[in-house]
């Protein structure tokens, strides 16, 4: 069974620092992850979707890696602003329109 | 491209009645849908799977009689909680990928906040 852990499960910086958000998944085999956002009360935001075989994808200021073999992604948010706080969801797919496995969320806080 | 509409973003219930969501796929087909729980600072538990034209894959400890899934056409999905009760208060998100194309990742419907009182 898959199993997808996000560290840490919260953060909190001041603004204008670069950030780095982890995921790690228990099967490798997998066909693409995805980072979501999510503010309070609201649906989620997908940010970046990284193919199996990809190594990494970029949007902005947000660069998300992949390392299949090893079961880990990272999500580079850099230069942070109070805009970007939110929870952050990574989400793994095998494919085939099957159901996604989520990680835990991190919570981020950019503070003034 | 690939938005998913949600409706009603929120709704207050009685103990008893059953209410209705919608997830619509606007600007693709979607053979599958499924249908997300998520409790205060938690995350997403999937509750079902909706199939267009067959019935609802449900996941462990998930009552199919209780959260029944209609997947009539290839644009719409429906979760109707019956009989809800206020431990049903919850938030539910659909999401859905287009059809035939797995490399696109899934959007995400706006969520509804389901208050039964």
Sequence with gaps: ?112 | GAVVSQHPSWVICKSGTSVKIECRSLDFQATTMFWYRQFPKQSLMLMATSNEGSKATYEQGVEKDKFLINHASLTLSTLTVTSAHPEDSSFYICSASPSGQANYGYTFGSGTRLTVV
């Design chain 1, 1 to 112: 069974k898959q199993e997808v852990t996000q560290i840490p499960a919260a953060l909190s910086v001041p603004e204008g620092e670069n950030l780095v958000l982890n995921c790690s998944f228990t099967d490798s085999a997998i066909y693409n992850l995805q980072w979501f956002r999510q503010d309070p009360g609201k649906g989620l935001t997908s940010l970046l979707l990284i193919q199996s075989s990809q190594r990494e994808q970029t949007s902005g200021r947000l660069n998300a890696s992949l390392d299949k073999s090893s079961g880990r992604s990272t999500l580079y948010i850099a230069a942070s602003q109070p805009g970007d706080s939110a929870t952050y969801l990574c989400a793994v797919g095998p494919g085939g329109g099957n159901k996604l496995t989520f990680g835990t969320g991190t919570q981020l806080k950019v503070e003034l």
